[in-house]
């Protein structure tokens, strides 16, 4: 336990020891969690190098829209306002703004003028390539600090984690009593009513 903060220590895994599940001792599902938090705040640091580095006026919120709209050929507005865990009329003012940057553009459907669909244009296409590929450099650096061995093992305690998280997902009712498509995103919480 870290005595500072009263948080349980990184410092207890190092690469000549390697993390305390290595040694023998299994880590509990609660201490994982406290770790694979503070790891997280490192891997967060690294993630914001890249928005910084480009200078843009993005917001995280703004990014995560961008990013989930980069992931397939047009989104409808309503697939991000659920996956952003929001209503479409905050999703709609947050694209408002995405929009006047230059970065989204929407489309409406002739038949149905209530369906819209959000691509990025080019200018948004390629922050969000420029962007990918400087995360992708970031992390290669630190990863070159780890040895093969706890890359390997890296990689493979994180394609577990985000199978479970997904399996997890997947068999969460949604508040109507219904199950939500694998993929789908987070429903709302009060706190995701505000405005991005």
Not at 12 to 34: K, L
Not at 66 to 89: K, N, W, Y
Not at 127 to 137: K, Q, S
Request: glycine content about 8%.
């Amino acid at each position: 336990m870290d005595k500072r903060y009263g948080r349980k220590s990184l410092q207890s895994s190092t690469p000549e020891t390697g993390p305390a599940s290595a040694a023998g001792r299994p880590v509990s599902a609660d201490d994982a969690a406290e770790l694979l938090a503070q790891a997280l705040e490192s891997l967060i640091t690294v993630w914001g190098r890249a928005q910084e580095a480009f200078g843009t006026t993005v917001s995280p919120t703004q990014l995560r829209a961008l990013t989930i709209i980069s992931r397939s050929d047009g989104v409808p507005l309503h697939a991000l306002a659920q996956e952003m865990g929001t209503v479409p009329s905050v999703a709609s003012r947050l694209c408002d703004r995405l929009e006047s940057a230059g970065l989204v553009h929407r489309e409406l459907d002739s038949g149905n003028r209530r369906k819209i669909t959000l691509r990025l244009t080019a200018e948004g296409d390629g922050l969000m390539g420029a962007i990918r590929d400087r995360r992708a450099d970031d992390l290669a650096v630190t990863l070159a600090a780890m040895s093969a061995a706890d890359r390997e093992a890296l990689v493979t305690g994180m394609l577990a984690f985000q199978h479970a998280a997904g399996h997890e997902h997947a068999h969460e009712p949604a508040e109507d009593g219904r199950h939500p498509r694998r993929g789908a995103g987070s429903r709302s919480t009060p706190s995701s009513q505000r405005s991005a």
